[in-house]
């Protein structure tokens, strides 16, 4: 393997440790559920993107065959994460989990639980 | 003739992308495996068949593929903002919530909106109402003008899967 080659996958290795790094610290960080939903979900998808991107290449330049696992990996990923995070907010709002105060538009949450149109009229939103 | 062979292969679309996710996951083209993966790609479907529940079919394979491309680049730009915030001062942040009007209709494309939403820039869909014509988002720093995030979504987005699904 060359220099040049090694040199590349571990930037890729270093850069998706980075990412997936900084998703987790935004769990620890970030206050509220539906704030913290966006790191990882987000965060990730790069992260494990440059460290399956690192490993194709690592077993192109070592075995010279192509390695396509990595890409149903990915793949299996981006329709994975955002059906999660979708269910994930959709428990939220129905256990009124509590969130930032300086939220805007808490008035939707009511809304959105009862999967309401934002302008159904209050009598409606009982449950 | 057309009649016995839909009902052999109700799903060819399908069919096709069985066999290829089979070789994909076992990484070889050996005749082995080929063989397998057409006869998964032919019983799967079979049995699947009466489950199903029609679907908008893609209209424009060629937009689909640039989609694809634009959400991908999305999708990194999304993960450094996200990064920087994360990173960043916490009182700064400025979460909220938006209701997106949709235009679009069928269970699948609204699917694929929402999934592109919560992939890209500081976004994540929350729910959608029965009628599916609202789409609830959560804001991760929301713009002093909500509008903004909305134009963005609904010209960004949705006039692209609009146009892929042609709906």
Not at chain 1, 57 to 69: D, M, R, W
Not at chain 2, 120 to 130: E, L, R, W
Request: charged share 15%; with cysteine.
């Amino acid at each position: 393997m060359s220099f040049i080659m090694e040199l590349v996958i571990s930037a890729l290795l270093i850069l998706g440790g980075i990412f997936v790094l900084v998703g987790s610290i935004g769990l620890l960080r970030l206050q509220d559920l539906y704030v913290r939903l966006h790191a990882p979900t987000k965060a990730t998808t790069l992260g494990l993107g440059g460290v399956l991107i690192g490993s194709m290449l690592y077993v192109f330049a070592s075995q010279g065959t192509i390695s396509i696992n990595e890409l149903l990996i990915t793949l299996f990923l981006v329709i994975t994460a955002p059906v999660t995070a979708h269910i994930l907010a959709k428990v939220a709002m129905h256990h009124r989990v509590k969130l930032l105060e300086r939220t805007k538009n808490q008035a939707l949450i009511e809304r959105a639980r009862m999967q309401q149109a934002p302008n159904a009229s209050a009598e409606d939103i009982k449950d | 003739m057309s009649t016995l062979s839909s009902r052999l292969f109700p799903m060819p679309f399908h069919s096709a992308l069985l066999l290829v996710v089979w070789l994909m996951l076992n990484n070889t083209l050996s005749l082995g495996h080929i063989i397998l993966g057409c006869v998964l790609g032919f019983l799967i479907p079979l049995l699947c068949e009466p489950l199903r529940v029609k679907q908008a079919t893609i209209k424009k394979p060629l937009k689909a593929v640039s989609y694809v491309f634009v959400v991908l680049k999305d999708i990194i730009v999304a993960n450094i903002e996200v990064a920087l915030l994360v990173v960043g001062p916490m009182h700064k942040i400025q979460p909220g919530f938006i209701a997106v009007p949709l235009d679009l209709t069928g269970t699948l494309p609204i699917t694929v909106l929402a999934s592109t939403v919560t992939m890209t820039p500081g976004t994540v869909s929350a729910d959608i109402s029965t009628d599916q014509k609202w789409l609830y988002i959560h804001v991760l720093n929301m713009p002093k003008d909500e509008q903004e995030v909305i134009d963005l979504i609904k010209q960004r987005y949705e006039a692209r899967v609009k146009e892929i699904f042609g709906c």
